[in-house]
């Protein structure tokens, strides 16, 4: 069915065009029961204002842009609707785009959220799109990045203390009496996945424990499943005394769980585990999977809250634009009860 127009909204109504993008528009001394005539009949036919010759006229489209790895997945999932119902509450929409960590992807989403004159950007960063972000800031579009962030840049972003998480987990496995403990990671170049692995080897110095590069695996991104599976179990036949195990991701905790299984080994009596980003599956897997679990909540509605007060729509109450927030240390059944500290869920 054909949209129905202003012109015909103001032709329904017996009113101008005029008076008919007054109210709309919420200006002009318009009588009530005009008003009222209108708001009526644009409820009753469906009428959309074209929102493109809005943002043309005004400047501003109350659209934001949120580009993530994966809008599917759990955690961006849940981030997404975050930001999603703190920026209705200041009239903003949301368009929500999947990188995949794809550099020419993400370069595409950018450019297509540009021609829609959204008014401000939260952006996962994929390596290499610094060039894409500097040209946002030099056309004045707000950005916050999430998750993640580039060091040379003075951009804002809201991401989880991935270094000190990875030490809170890695002291606990330590402190139940783990001592070879392998680090399953993902082989690409982003500062999060980087700090994570940082954390690993500065909890081996911290407790004077000899670190061992045959303990670590790194997959390359977006690996296919089956392979992955093989390299996890690889590292375990090549690592017979490894007794602890740390993935750096969940969907990485899922391989390697699989892994484990194929193996016939079992969590925690031969191989403890602890994964960063907790899963719902997590807790109901026996014997449960220790994780960190990242605060959702608190990330998006502060990335939220930072490009709102750049868009000056809110006050900014935060003494930093550049924000690290405390993971949850959720221990389960798959850390031995050795010395365990006291968060146990």
């Known amino acids: 069915m054909k949209p129905i127009s202003l012109k015909e909204i103001a032709n329904i109504t017996g009113a101008s065009p005029t008076t008919v993008s007054l109210v709309l528009n919420g200006k002009g001394r318009i009588s009530e029961a005009v008003r009222q005539k209108i708001l009526q009949a644009v409820k009753d036919n469906g009428y959309e204002p074209n929102r493109i010759a809005i943002s043309l006229r005004t400047g501003h489209s109350n659209v934001l842009g949120v ?34 960590n794809n550099l020419e992807k993400a370069r595409e989403l950018i450019s297509m959220l540009s021609h829609q004159l959204v008014d401000g950007y939260i ?63 993902v082989d690409i170049d ?39 599976v093989q390299a996890v179990k690889d590292l375990f036949g090549s ?12 969907y990485l905790g899922i391989i390697g769980i699989e892994s484990i299984q194929e193996l016939g080994l079992s969590i925690p009596k031969d191989i403890a585990v602890i994964c960063f980003d907790d899963l719902e599956i997590f807790r109901l897997l ?31 109450h935060l003494q930093t634009d550049k924000i ?22």
Request: charge should be neutral; aromatic fraction near 8%.
């Open 239 to 250: 690592n017979r005394d490894m007794d602890a195990v740390f993935f750096s991701t969940n």
């Open 123 to 185: 952006i996962m960063p994929v390596p290499g799109l610094q060039d894409e972000i500097l040209n946002l800031k030099a056309n004045h579009k707000p950005v916050v990045l999430i998750d993640g962030y580039y060091p040379e840049l003075d951009i804002p972003h809201v991401l989880v203390d991935n270094l000190n998480s990875v030490m809170q987990g890695m002291s606990c496995l330590i402190e139940a009496g783990h001592r070879k403990i392998g680090f399953v990671t």
């Open 286 to 316: 026996p014997p449960g999977i220790s994780s960190i679990q990242q605060p959702v909540l608190e990330i998006g509605r502060t990335a939220t809250d930072l490009l709102l007060a750049m868009l000056g729509k809110k006050k900014n």
């Open 67 to 100: 580009i993530v790895d994966d809008i599917g997945g759990p955690f961006f999932g849940a981030l997404a609707k975050i930001i999603e119902v703190e920026a209705e509450k200041f009239g903003f929409r949301i368009i929500y785009c999947s990188s995949e």
């Open 324 to 345: 690290t927030i405390p993971a949850n240390l959720i221990i389960r059944g798959s850390i031995k009860a050795i010395n365990v500290p006291k968060f146990v869920e």
């Open 190 to 228: 982003l500062i999060q996945i980087k700090e994570r692995l940082r954390g690993y080897f500065e909890s081996l110095k911290k407790f004077n424990l000899k670190a061992d590069d045959k303990l670590v695996l790194k997959l390359p991104y977006q690996m296919d499943k089956g392979k992955a």
